[in-house]
């Protein structure tokens, strides 16, 4: 498994460091909606930790609270 992921890490590199120079730009309008879906992201975790935060908590106690069963 380690080395199926190895080497499709390897493959992304190459592919992304062998890229030719590309002329673009960014408008107004492309960084207007990079910039939505950022809020949209962080406003959504921020939403999920709301709901499942007794679960989230619940879940580092049992993590770093393990006592003996007896």
């Known amino acids: 498994m380690k080395r199926k992921i190895r080497i499709i890490f390897m493959v992304f590199c190459g592919i992304l460091f062998s890229s030719k120079n590309v002329y673009a730009y ?17 406003l959504g975790g921020a939403l999920a930790m709301k709901l499942f935060w007794s679960n989230i908590k619940l879940f580092f106690k049992n993590l770093f609270c393990r006592e003996k069963k007896q």
């Open 26 to 42: 960014l408008d107004p309008g492309s960084g207007s909606y990079i910039l939505q879906i950022l809020i949209g992201v962080l």
